[in-house]
């Protein structure tokens, strides 16, 4: 079976300098770049998923002043138009953080980035130090990470993220500024700070590819398999190269080895362990590791999969019945209105998460909401349920909403950003990384019985699935619009920020009604003076 490698540079307090150049000249000269974080913790969650989302924002906001960035992935990707028009060369980097100022770590925080990696020793001895809010003197000679992310600014990148209200948030106070008090203040600011447009994945697996679960690594999983399908079709497809790096640097880089498919991912062992259906919803499951069921994204992707193609075989079962008979005939059976738009729909019953994924039907038209109350992430369907299985699921949600794996990026989304499985990484094909668990900790998991799998959740590796979800998707949108010059990167997704229990997305704009903070303003006068 074929195998591949995807390149995680580690970058900490003793090669950080010699980094510097490498990395600045990634950002100035990438297509796209995206950003993830990994954080201390989010404060009282119930707040975060208010309502009212100036609530939300004044909550997010509370956090990032009391909590902090402990590493930041920055994965970079370069088009490459001398070798085809969906070819990137991607740059990824884990920077280890350590904020010099006091914070608050949580447990649960703790124990979820413990439990999948995370390496609090090598962060207290070598994590990069940083201070949070304004500049204390003139720090823009000096190389930071502060500095970086000016240079991050300056770039006038698009910068993508996933579920990336959060991070935002966090990015602002850790290393720009102190946050504002308005919501409106904030997104001026941020429209200024990245003219190129803010993009955000979780919108565009939900809003735009329709896919049935929209957690970050079903997502990179979901594009992997149909970009794989287009390739095999001969079709318009992505491609992803990665540097050849040198011997010298290959102590700085995390080379993650996988198959294509996890080593007991097979028929045998679906029918032996049936998938974790909070797992497969949410990508975050309240028994973590101890989860006697599957948490494979594979098999759910396979079971869902299943489920869409069993849909549309009775859609087309049914619109032949209809077709022979006489619409007289249909009324008479007695349907109701909402039976016979389930017939039309070809559903005997509301999917169980969203609605089945059709690549040729992508319209980009948002899910319709049945009330304004936070829904379970990834089923826009649940009010039609019974009430005993929609107050089930909202309460899972809530408890999601409370997890560390729910650090995702925004105070909205109550979205596990999902495990990166058993630690290692794997590609197919050179052109096509694949994210699996690692075939060696499946054989060691495989004598302890079916238990979940767990492994490395890094900020680095985040940020590539992250870019990978967007070019697969500006790919799709590219091929059926006619995009000027004159138009934003990816119109369709630019500036919209997902909102968990929202149909409408968070407007990254600059409003007639709120004007740019002082501390920003401040701050752009330095950027463009020492840029």
């Known amino acids: 079976m074929a195998r591949g490698r995807v390149p995680v540079v580690d970058v900490q307090s003793d090669n950080f300098a010699e980094l510097w150049p490498s990395m600045v000249l990634a950002l100035r000269t990438a297509t796209f770049i995206a950003v993830d974080t990994e954080l201390s913790g989010l404060g ?29 992935g920055i994965a970079c990707f370069k088009q490459l138009p001398e070798k085809s028009e969906n070819t990137f060369l991607c740059q990824i980097y884990n920077l280890t953080l350590l904020c010099t100022e006091d914070y608050v770590v949580e447990p649960q925080s703790v124990q979820f980035l413990v439990q999948h990696g995370f390496d609090f020793n090598k962060q ?13 003197g003139n720090e823009s000679q000096i190389q930071s990470v502060r500095t970086f992310f000016l240079e991050l600014i300056r770039a006038k990148k698009p910068l993508v993220l996933h579920n990336g209200l959060i991070d935002l948030v966090f990015l602002y106070q850790c290393f720009y500024a102190h946050l504002p008090d308005s919501l409106g203040t ?6 200024e700070m990245f003219p190129a447009g803010i993009y955000d994945t979780k919108y565009a697996a939900e809003f735009e590819t329709r896919f049935v679960a929209s957690y970050l690594e079903y997502a990179y999983k979901k594009c992997k398999r149909e970009n794989s399908k287009l390739k095999d079709a001969s079709s318009q497809h992505i491609s992803v190269e990665f540097c050849n790096y040198s011997a010298n640097m290959s102590r700085y880089i995390d080379y993650r ?12 062992e679906a029918n032996r362990v049936p998938v974790c259906e909070k797992f497969s919803a949410y990508g975050w499951c309240p028994n973590g590791v101890k989860c006697p069921q599957s948490h494979n994204i594979d098999l759910i992707i396979d079971e869902d999969d299943k489920l869409c193609e069993k849909a549309k075989k009775r859609k087309h079962r049914r619109k032949r019945r209809k077709n022979a008979e006489e619409p007289e005939k249909a009324f008479e059976q007695g349907s109701s209105g909402k039976e016979m738009e389930l017939i039309h729909n070809g559903e005997e019953e509301p999917p169980r998460k969203q609605s089945c994924y059709e690549p040729a039907n992508t319209d980009g038209r948002p899910l319709e909401e049945e009330n304004s109350a936070v829904e379970p992430e990834g089923s826009s369907d649940i009010s039609t349920r019974g009430e005993r299985q929609e107050e089930d699921l909202r309460s899972t949600e809530e408890t999601a909403a ?3 794996s729910a650090k995702g990026n925004d105070s909205d989304q109550v979205e596990g950003k999902s495990e ?3 630690g290692t990484v794997s590609t197919n094909h050179p052109d096509i990384p694949e994210t699996e668990a690692a075939c060696a900790s499946a054989k060691q998991n495989a004598s302890q019985g079916p238990s979940s799998q ?15 979800i967007m070019a697969y998707v500006w790919m799709l949108k590219k091929r059926r619009s006619t995009q000027t010059d004159a138009e934003p990167w990816c119109p369709d997704c630019h500036n919209k920020l997902y909102l968990s229990g929202k149909s409408v997305p968070l407007q990254i704009v600059k409003s007639s009604f709120s004007k740019s903070s002082a501390a920003h303003n401040q701050k752009m006068k330095l950027v463009w003076a020492t840029g």
């Open 44 to 72: 009282t969650r119930k707040a975060l998923l208010s309502p009212c989302i100036d609530e939300r924002y004044k909550a997010v906001c509370g956090a990032a002043r009391t909590r902090s960035v402990l590493s930041l």
């Open 124 to 136: 207290y001895s070598q994590g990069i130090p940083y201070h949070k809010g304004n500049d204390k």
């Open 186 to 191: 904030f997104t001026s600011d941020l429209s």
């Open 257 to 268: 080895h996988c198959s294509l498919e996890e080593a007991n991912h097979s028929e045998g």
């Open 402 to 404: 409370l997890s560390p």
């Open 420 to 422: 990166v499985l058993a």
């Open 454 to 468: 767990v492994g490395t959740h890094r900020a680095g590796f985040d940020a590539f699935m992250t870019g990978y």
